[in-house]
């Protein structure tokens, strides 16, 4: 019995020795990101030291929250392994970490001085106590023996001490309490730093657990990769014109932030326009039965399953048919674009987002200028170009910069390589722009049908002030009836002389003025409506 007693002990031994080799916490560290538009997915690599066999392994601190099924875990280098039974779960206890740990020291060494201030506050308040205590018992005492020899002298000596006491003590309170102020916001700044500290600490409570078979023992390094939701990128610009050359340069910049609870020090980061949490599922054509209910009214986009369900089995079968589609492989360059940013970066948990030029290009452009006068007396500089970068450009916000100053900040459309784009670059300074009324008169005609006429016409005086010649648009428009009673006879300019989209009345003037040259062009048309109507207010 002994003999097996012994026997037993030594293999529980052995077995808590094997299983303790086989478990490891594993150190790791963040060295990849990439960043979508409203996530990221974190690789983090580790090198471990492998038993040959079975090993358990812990990655510990990711945050809290992650999706098992978003975690993947592979092996970069060392012998072959078997990856088996992956775990995701939040570690409800933890130990205070090391920035805890010296937060509370801190709080609790200026918790003592506040305490040992206040009682020594308390001190001198017994000193003024006494005093004051004083003064009273001496004033009783002297009038009992004011005759005596020397009783002034000891009332004087006695008043002295009484106030330089009084004093002494007002004066080490004002002390104390000037501490105290400094101690107290020190306490409080302290306290906010250590609920900081701890409300970081809980969000990086998530630990995976992986099991692995080893073919031989050795070290191995391997790679953790998941998503985390609180992560994003989105694009600006910096649009550079130079007017000697009318030529282009388009930087391209990602704004990145995040607010995972871990920092990013000094990891490589791709931005792409991948949306992994967007479904990647072809959307079904579901069937449309019709049949006569006139008391059924269905809204346009209302479920209707339960009434057909109830008047016949044609939705239920097709139900039945497989809906299932496979889901899409993403690759970069075929699904999506990405780029990685020239250096590596530091990005702090909920920090401002920070800019970084990702890529520069001089582009081919064309420039002219667009005046609607009858907005505003300006004209705004435009320019088309192709984009030539490899990347898309996303829609975003560029800031504009002439000959070196900020002039303006306009948006960026969407546009895929190889795409023609248009871009506002802001009012150009060197177009004048003046829009005169010269007539605007009523008549009224006809006997019998009684009609007003309503006589409208315009002056719009154009200045190029660019050195060059310059291309200028100024867009116009004639009204539009709506009602066959309401006639529209337009003048000037005429059809040959302009672009003009027919359902809408808008037209343009197109023409290339000289450095200094002035240009008048002329609208002028007609309205003929009902006399009883007014529509003098709408033109």
Known sequence: MKLFRTFFIAIACLVLQVSAQSQNSIVSAITEVDVYASSARVTREAEVKLAAGENVLRFSNLPSGLHVNQIQVALLEGSKVRLDNLKYHIITEREDTAEETKLQAAIKTISEQIEVLKSDKKDQASRIHFAQHLSKSFTKAFGEHATEAGALERASEVLEFQQQTLSDAQMMIRGIEDQLIVLEKKFEELSQNLTTATTQANRLQ????????????????????????????????????????????????????????????????????????????????????????????????????????????????????????????????????????????????????????????????????????????????????????????????????????????????????????????????????????????????????????????????????????????????????????????????????????????????????????????????EVVHPREWDLDGQI
């Not at 048919?321 to 993403?330: F, I, R």
């Not at 009609?451 to 005086?461: D, G, H």
């Open 206 to 525: 998530g630990e995976v657990t992986l099991r692995l078979f080893a073919a031989a023992a050795g070290n191995a390094k391997l790679s953790l990769n998941y998503l985390i939701p609180k992560a994003k990128w989105f694009p600006s610009y910096a649009v550079r014109v130079y007017s000697s050359t009318h030529s282009m340069e388009i930087v391209y910049q990602a704004n990145i932030s995040q607010d995972s609870g871990e920092n990013w020090d000094g990891v490589v980061v791709n931005i792409s326009t991948s949306q992994p949490d967007r479904s990647g599922n072809v959307p079904t054509v579901q069937p449309l039965f019709l049949q006569a209910n006139p008391s059924y009214k269905l809204g346009r986009n209302q479920e209707f399953d339960s009434f057909v369900n109830n008047r016949n089995g044609q939705l239920a079968a097709a139900r039945k048919a497989p809906l299932d589609l496979e889901e899409s492989t993403v690759q970069v360059g075929m699904a999506s674009f990405s780029a990685t940013l020239p250096s590596k970066i530091d990005l702090a948990s909920g920090s401002e987002p920070l800019r970084f030029p990702i890529l520069s290009h001089d582009f081919e452009a064309k420039f002219w200028s667009e005046i609607v006068p009858a907005r505003q007396e300006k004209g705004y500089l435009k320019t088309e170009t192709t984009n030539a970068f490899d990347l898309p450009l996303m829609p975003g916000q560029a800031q504009v910069f002439i000959d070196g100053a900020l002039t303006s900040r306009v948006s960026v459309p969407y546009a895929i390589p190889g795409d023609n784009i248009e871009l506002s670059l802001g009012v150009d300074d060197f177009i004048i722009v003046k829009r005169k009324e010269t007539v605007r008169e009523t008549e009224y005609d006809g006997l019998i049908d009684k009609t007003t006429v309503l006589k409208r016409a315009y002056i719009i005086e154009v200045t190029n002030f660019h050195p060059l010649k310059h291309e200028v648009k100024i867009f116009e428009r004639f009204p539009i009836s709506r009602n066959e009673k309401i006639m529209v006879r337009s003048q000037l300019p005429s059809e040959s002389a302009i672009e003009i989209d027919k359902d809408t009345g808008v037209f343009f003037w197109k023409e290339i003025l000289g450095a200094q040259e002035l240009k008048e062009y002329k609208l002028e048309f």
